[in-house]
């Protein structure tokens, strides 16, 4: 693929950006659609219940294979220590100096929360003019570049990544306030070219690029989504594709920890079954994450809004039979879980 396909097409070295551009889309396209049914206390809450808890876990599976000697990360100092816990279990560890990364993608994490801070702030507007807001966090995406490229450091650079990558986010929004109607298709034509021109700005700048293929990626990325999208009815009923997405952020934060320590011990035996195995041992990490961290703090959401007392509604009553004669039925509908 690196030969065939990668480099002739210049894209992003081993689809490293591919993964997080989607990643990027699809949330931003996702939490939009959350905005308009949550109030801005739910939507601050959920959002801060679902990604925390997970974190932690990633780091603190991360550190215990650290310490264990059978995972290695970027560490400045000569060993990782209780410090490195806490502040990556927080993302400081992306603005403190000489802190380790124990757990790679969590920086996309400074993306996503602070385009949701945004929304969240600005919901009640994004809510009657979807527009305005998107326009908004352009705007303070391009602001971010401007403010930043005068500073140094780590702490600088990591600000810098919001307003290089946030756009990312925030043309996924675009991309479903015009699917769903609610910005004209040259509105959103025009936010998704600023979204793109502050992009290649954050580009042109070196944040967090190791090549020059991020902008192509992105737009390969793009059309990846939308062709998604336009098959999300077909394949919305299966249930692997309901069980992939309930499981998908767990994924996210722990493959690199696992897959990476299983092919480090088995691939000088064989890189095939390096290879099997690394798959199968995350996807088992990541059910185990799941049961354990994601869907016991899914549970806590309605006792810290202050629901602990509200009496279920009844379920409503099932629709009438079908008159003798009539095969028309009706459709059956999925659940997959939100």
Known sequence: LQRWVVEPAHLNKDFGFLGVAVFFLVSGYVISAVAMRETVAEFGVRRLVRIVPPLVAAVALAWLLVLAGVYQVSDPQPGVGVRDLLLNAVLANFFVPDSAVLVGVAWTLIIQLAIYAILCALLPIY???????????????AAVLSVTRNFGGLANSSIA?????????????????????????????????????????????????????????????????????????YVRPHRLVSWLSSRSYCTYLVHQTVAFTVLAALAPVNRW?????????TFLVVEIVHRVVERPAGRLIPLLLGRRGRVPQAPPPPPPAAPPGDTTGTPATSGASG
């Open 127 to 141: 809510r009657r003019e979807p527009w305005l807001v998107i326009g908004a966090e352009v705007a303070i995406c």
């Open 273 to 281: 079954v390096a290879g099997l195995a690394a798959v199968a041992t």
């Open 161 to 233: 990544n919001i307003g290089a990558f946030g756009t990312a986010v925030v043309l996924g929004q675009v991309v479903w306030a015009v699917r769903t109607h609610r910005m004209p298709f040259w509105a959103g034509t025009g936010l998704g070219l600023g979204c793109w021109l502050v992009f290649l700005w954050g580009d042109a700048l070196g944040y967090g690029r190791y090549d020059h293929s991020y902008p192509l990626t992105l737009f390969f990325a793009l059309l990846v989504t939308l062709v998604a999208l336009q098959a999300e009815e």
